[in-house]
């Protein structure tokens, strides 16, 4: 249920941006060139900060969800779970949504939780839950840059039991606005929700 309300919340922020013309990409990260490892130091856009996660998945004898090639389990292998931090990013005045793809453990754990803070929680704070059992689900935040910075994308894992949420797929996209809708109904908003998602998993694979 709380990766339905999750969801739900997501959708609901999406729905200021159901008028979009234009997104271009500034960040994005699918960890699939990178060594995995468990623990995992960190590499290329990613320094592990605190703990540690792991770098699991394809050729590895944890990929949970194959087919994604590798992705990150937040709960690293020390047993208490991890914090990374991205390089810093530029980020112009303007709209953006910064999309993730989150899984939960995948091995009875229960539900694990992320903290996901980008300027240091300035531009963006949520926490994400994933029941043990959920599969890869896309989730995309709105968040608006009043005046330029730059800015690191940091994810916190929660626990200590070393099975953590497993995550894939970081980007930040930057959006023009163009026509905001205004309070559309709660169906409206899912369907404007699914639809952005599907979008924006189609444009990744151009
Ligand atoms: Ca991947
Ligand atoms: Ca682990
Ligand atoms: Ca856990």
Do not use: H
């Amino acid at each position: 249920m709380k990766n339905i309300l999750t969801l739900l919340a997501a959708f609901c922020m999406l729905s200021v941006f159901a008028g979009s013309s234009n997104a271009a990409p500034i960040f994005f990260d699918n960890f699939d060139s990178y060594t995995p490892g468990i623990p995992w130091p960190g590499e290329g856009n990613w320094t592990v900060t605190e703990q540690s996660v792991d770098l699991i998945g394809v050729g590895t004898a944890w990929d949970l969800l194959p087919g994604n090639g590798l992705y990150l389990d937040m709960d690293g292998s020390t047993g208490n779970a991890g914090t990374i931090e991205s390089i810093s990013i530029a980020l112009a005045p303007g709209d953006y949504i910064f999309s993730y793809d989150i899984a939960g453990n995948q091995r009875g754990g229960g539900d694990d939780s992320v903290n996901i803070l980008i300027g240091g929680g300035s531009l963006l704070n949520v926490t994400s839950i994933a029941g043990e059992n959920v599969p890869f689900t896309t989730i995309s935040l709105p968040f608006t840059v009043a005046v330029a910075t730059s800015a690191t994308i940091s994810l916190d894992g929660v626990g200590g039991d070393n099975i953590g949420v497993l995550l894939d797929n970081i980007g930040i996209d930057s959006v023009d606005v163009v026509n905001v809708i205004p309070a559309p109904g709660a169906a409206l908003l899912g369907s404007l929700g699914i639809g952005i998602v599907g979008w924006l998993r189609r444009r990744r694979k151009l």
